[in-house]
């Protein structure tokens, strides 16, 4: 996911709500697999705090899609980075924030 559309979604979110930040933008310094990563995850992070009202059908609807979309995978992908970048310091002190496992839940 490009970083135009990033901003995008986070001034919406912004207009709209006025209470949710941006996502971390994935530093253009790191290789573009773990740029993926960053983005792909910090949007199924994104959804997976969302709590749509359950009376509202179409917004939770939309969110396990998007949680679908967007976390699906992201368990091995995980894995395979840290593996990869193993002696990377300054990259896997980028994945560290991430959970290992969200898809098992």
Known sequence: MNSL?????SILCLL???A????????????EDVR???????????FRGEVPDPEDRQRMDEVISAIDRHCTGTDARLDALRAKYAD???ILSR???YESGIEAR
């Open 95 to 97: 994945l560290a924030p």
């Open 5 to 9: 559309l990033l901003h995008a979604i």
């Open 88 to 90: 990377r310091a300054e």
């Open 36 to 46: 993926s990563f960053v983005a792909e995850r910090d949007l199924c992070d994104h």
């Open 16 to 18: 709209v709500t006025g």
């Open 20 to 31: 949710c930040s941006a996502p971390p933008v994935a530093s253009p310094t790191l290789p």
